[in-house]
Structure formats: structure tokens, C-alpha cells
């Protein structure tokens, strides 16, 4: 679960980590509202999404040469006028897609006067299965560039969990920062309260780009990206509420209310599968086939019938879905169970593209028995090559 930078630098300020003043705004009158309690004379007016690369990113309801979602304000006009051009508008940056998102909330903070920027991140590295600090000197908004050209400057720093972070862990990402004197005794502090916001919130990943030294000598974070482990948000309700739902897929929000493990992706085939690892095979086979799966999708073990009708709901609201393939093994479930169901939501949904329907396991004559004789078009298949040979087909037909 990931939060917007306004709130990730609410919580972190919370831990000791030195972040500007800001707040939060909704409307071009609470932005100029956040303004007044700033103490000026430069302020910040950036776009909240989840997503990086605001600063270079374009609005595409803007001309090109309009400013990004970064925008720096001197005068209560600036402010307005930034607040105006970003909210309701859709901003396209790197890490967005060419969709874009939509700002619906801004931050207004304090300009800070940059002397220099670094990059520091926290995660779990799955090679040492350690918490892992990530430090560059070349922060800023071309770290990707960084990491590709040179990665040399990318410095990696694990932290023991036996021992937690120590005084050297600390020095070590000052090092790595190139900084000593008391620019580096500050870093050691952003360490050491970064580490334990990581570890306090179950933190999956921190990312403060930039780091900045600003012209009184001072470390200060300008940008926080942080994400927690969904698996952990159960202990810890004051952040789950943190949650912008807007910022995430409708259909991925509604099968997660049925308990289904449902990813949206680029193809044409939606897939219903029991398993996670069936899931995968049956994506893997319609590849080969020479077509792309819509969806992953597992509707778990103890699939019913309005589980599948959920399912068949969120496969076809997704308007790039040209066909569908059901890949069930009914073991605990059994295949006559998962036709009824089949046939059920189908009925309810009004099927409109062709349904290829592959059954194994307990019962699986009468599965297909019931959907042979249901009436409806659907297509049987008898293995895993099978469905998706015919599901390639019929879709090829129907276009
Ligand atoms: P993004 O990474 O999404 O582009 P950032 O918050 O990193 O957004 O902002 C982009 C750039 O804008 C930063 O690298 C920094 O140079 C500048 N910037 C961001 N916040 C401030 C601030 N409070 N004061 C001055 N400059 C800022
Ligand atoms: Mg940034």
C-alpha cells in the first residue's frame, strides 16, 4: 500500500526526520490558505499522486510547454494560478503510463534554497534478505539515469537484524554521501530515524529523492515515496486509513472485496483460474498461443458461485477483454459446483464474447454435462493446450 508524499512526510516528521513545512490542500482556496501559514517568501505547489517524476512530468489537458507537477511560487498569484493549472488535470510523468493520473490533492510547502541533492532509500533487499539503505551523491530527478549509466554511484548498506542499525550503519551512509563534519552527523541522525520509520511502520520500501543540503548547511527531505507491506497493514490501522483509493484500479479494489487476487494487465483473454500457480501457467499458455492474458486472476479455493460472478463481472469491465478462458481444477470444489456457478454468472452477466471452459478433477463429467446442456454458447475444452487453442480461435473468429 503506497501513500502520497504530504502524508509519508507527516509520519516521517513523526520519527525525527527533518522535512519543510507543509500542508495539504484540496482547492486553489486551500492551497492559498496553506500559503498563509508558510513563512515564505518561496513556496512549492506540487501535485499528490503516486507516482514520481512530477517535476518533468506534463499535463495533458496543458500546452507542452506548460510547467510539470513541481512548480515554484513567490506571490499568492503563483500559488493560485499553479493550484488552477494542476488540480483536476491529468499529469503524465515516467512512472505513470501514458494514462496518466489525475491530481486531486496538492501539497503547499516551503522552497528551500538547494545547494545540493542526494538519493536515499530504504528496502528489503530479497538477495541478503536484509533491510537495505540505497545511497547516491547524484540525487535529484535523473537518479534512473544514474543507475543505468553509472551504478558505481549507487551505494548499497545492509543492516544486520540481529544487531539492528548501529553508529556504523550511520557512518556509512555519510560516507557513501561524501559528507563529514556535521553535514555528516546529520545524515547518521536521518539514517538512524529513517531505519526506525522503516521498521516502525513495516515499511516495504522509503525513498527520499532528493536529500538536499540547503543553503544554511542543513539536510532536509524534499521528496518521501513510501510504501508498506500490505501483508502488515492489519497492525497498524492509523495507517491503513492513509489509503487513497482513488489512486488505485477500480476493478483490483473490487475483487479485492470478494478476496479475489485479481491484477489487470495488457491482453486481450480474461482469465479465471483457480490457483495462483495454474493462474500463472494459463497466462504463460495463451502467450504461446500468441495472444495476452487481460487479467491474472485467482478466485482461490473455495470458489462459489457469487465469487465467480464477481469474477465474471470484473473480467468483462475491463472493455479490452475479447474472450474468456475458465481454467478450473475442482478438488475441494467440485466441477458440477463450478458449472452451476459458471452457468449462473454467465446468465447474469449477459455474456457478450466467446467463453472457453476447461474443467478437471471431482466430478468433472457432470461439470461438463451441465454446461453442454445449459444452452448457453459456451466452448469446452478438455486440457490446459486445448483451452487455449480454442479460446485464440474463437476470439480470432469473433474479430
Ligand atoms: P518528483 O520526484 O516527483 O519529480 P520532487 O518532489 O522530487 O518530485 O521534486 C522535483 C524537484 O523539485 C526536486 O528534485 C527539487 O529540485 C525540487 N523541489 C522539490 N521540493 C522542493 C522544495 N520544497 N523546495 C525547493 N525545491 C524543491
Ligand atoms: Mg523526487
Redesign the pocket.
Known amino acids: 500500500m503506497n501513500i502520497h ?1 504530504y502524508q509519508a512526510k507527516e509520519l516521517l516528521a513523526k520519527f525525527g526526520v527533518p522535512v ?1 513545512a507543509g500542508y495539504a490542500a484540496m482547492s486553489v482556496e486551500e492551497a492559498v490558505e496553506a500559503m498563509g501559514k508558510l513563512p515564505g517568501p ?1 513556496y ?1 505547489v ?1 501535485a499528490q499522486i503516486h507516482a ?6 506534463k499535463f495533458k489537458e496543458l500546452p507542452p510547454e506548460a510547467k510539470g ?2 512548480r ?1 511560487a513567490k506571490t499568492e498569484q503563483e500559488v493560485r494560478e499553479a493550484a488552477h493549472e494542476m488540480l483536476g488535470n491529468t499529469l503524465v ?1 515516467v512512472q505513470t503510463g501514458d494514462a496518466g493520473k489525475q491530481v486531486q490533492r496538492l501539497y503547499v ?4 534554497d ?1 545547494e545540493k ?1 542526494f538519493y536515499l532509500a530504504l528496502l528489503v533487499d530479497r538477495a541478503t534478505g536484509r533491510v537495505a539503505f540505497v545511497a547516491s551523491t547524484e540525487g ?2 535523473d537518479i534512473e539515469e544514474v543507475a543505468h549509466s553509472t551504478p558505481e554511484k549507487i551505494h548499497t548498506i545492509d543492516v544486520d537484524p540481529a544487531t539492528g542499525f548501529m553508529p556504523h550503519h550511520g557512518r556509512a551512509v555519510a560516507a557513501a554521501l561524501e559528507l563529514d563534519g556535521d553535514l555528516a552527523k546529520q545524515a547518521q541522525k536521518v539514517a538512524s530515524t529513517l531505519y526506525a520509520a522503516f521498521l516502525g511502520t513495516d515499511a516495504a520500501q522509503i525513498e527520499i ?2 536529500l ?1 543540503i540547503t543553503g544554511d548547511k542543513q539536510l532536509m527531505v ?2 518521501a515515496k513510501v510504501g508498506f507491506d500490505s501483508n502488515a497493514m492489519f497492525r497498524h490501522k492509523d495507517l491503513a486509513e492513509l489509503r487513497d483509493l482513488t489512486e488505485e484500479d477500480p476493478a483490483e479494489i473490487e475483487a479485492s472485496k470478494y478476496d479475489l487476487a485479481y491484477i489487470k494487465l495488457d491482453g486481450d483473454i480474461g482469465c479465471m483460474v483457480n490457483g495462483a500457480g495454474l493462474a500463472m501457467a494459463t497466462m504463460d499458455i495463451i502467450k504461446l498461443n500468441g495472444m495476452f492474458p487481460a487479467n491474472f486472476l485467482d478466485v482461490g479455493g473455495g470458489a462459489n458461485t457469487e465469487k465467480v460472478t464477481a469474477a465474471f463481472k470484473i473480467i468483462l469491465s475491463d472493455p479490452a477483454v475479447k474472450g474468456i478462458l475458465v481454467n478450473i481444477f475442482g478438488g475441494i470444489m467440485k466441477c458440477d459446483v463450478i458449472a452451476e456457478g459458471i452457468i449462473a454468472a454467465a446468465k447474469e452477466v449477459n455474456l457478450s464474447v466467446p467463453l472457453v471452459v476447461r474443467l478437471e478433477g471431482t466430478n468433472v463429467q457432470q461439470g461438463k454435462d451441465i454446461l453442454a446442456n445449459s444452452g448457453l454458447p459456451i466452448v469446452p475444452a478438455n486440457d490446459l493446450g486445448d483451452a487455449a487453442q480454442k479460446i485464440v480461435a474463437e476470439v480470432q473468429k469473433a474479430a
Open positions: 508524499e519543510p518561496l512549492v506540487k514520481g517524476g512530477r517535476g518533468k512530468g507537477g513541481v515554484l510523468t510547502t516551503d522552497g528551500v538547494i541533492e535529484g530527478m529523492n532528493p538536499a524534499l521528496d
